[in-house]
């Protein structure tokens, strides 16, 4: 595969709850909050976890075993500090250490359009999500035009990241047995639910 440059996010880490982004995301985490079910003792993990606040915020609501997974460490020590009581880990979506169906549910909340290999991170996911289990997967909801010259944009400078519609995001993972279960959105975010069958 081409090699490509990844957005960084190490070097804003302790400022990324407070700043744009952190803003930004809260029509995500909104989203997430409102469409995620958890009951006990469920084993969750979220990919591209970042600083912790979907974790955290699902916390509020319900007792579960929390997982996060991140490749920049600076965001990772954000989201230790946020949740100390879960397991934390450096590692990317598509190689990660876990066993086969280890997890009831997994989110990947505006991280999945910087994944580098989808078909990979797909993969991945079929194989540590139980059979039944959720995968919810929030990202940006961007029209049609918009999309088109970002996704340009980032081709021609060569960085990793790609803005996909609820249905191209059904129709990848339909490949690696998932099915959609619904796709809900609120102005520029959107969640995609998917069943591993
Ligand atoms: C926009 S941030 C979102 C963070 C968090 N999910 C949130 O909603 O606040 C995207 C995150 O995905 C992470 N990321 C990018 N590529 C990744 C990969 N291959 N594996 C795991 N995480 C990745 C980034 O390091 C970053 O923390």
Redesign the pocket.
């Known amino acids: 595969m081409e090699s490509k440059k990844?957005?960084k996010?190490?070097k804003r880490a302790e400022s990324?709850?407070d700043g744009f982004?952190?803003k930004v995301?809260q029509k995500?985490?909104d989203l997430v909050i409102k469409n995620v079910v958890v009951s006990n003792e469920m084993n969750v993990l979220?990919?591209?976890?970042?600083?912790?606040?979907?974790l955290y915020r699902l916390k509020e609501m319900y007792s579960f075993n929390g997982y996060g997974?991140?490749?920049?460490e600076k965001?990772l020590e954000q989201a230790r500090l946020k949740c100390p009581d879960m397991d934390i880990r450096l590692?990317?979506?598509?190689d990660t250490p876990f066993n086969e169906d280890q997890f009831d549910i997994i989110i990947?909340?505006?991280?999945y359009h910087?994944?580098?290999d989808k078909d990979s991170?797909s993969r991945e996911t079929a194989r540590i999500l139980k059979k039944g289990g959720i995968l919810y997967i929030?990202d940006p909801k961007l029209p049609l035009p918009i999309r088109k010259v970002l996704n340009r944009a980032l081709d021609i400078h060569k960085i990793?990241g790609r803005i996909f519609t609820s249905n191209e995001v059904a129709d990848n993972f339909s490949n690696f047995g998932f099915e959609c279960v619904f796709d809900k959105s609120d102005v520029y975010a959107q969640i995609i639910c998917l069943k591993k069958i």
């Open positions: 990844n957005f996010f190490d990324y709850d982004e952190g995301s995500f985490y979220d990919v591209g976890c970042g600083t912790g606040t979907i997974i991140d490749v920049e965001m590692c990317s979506c598509d990947a909340c505006m991280a910087h994944f580098p991170f929030a990793n």
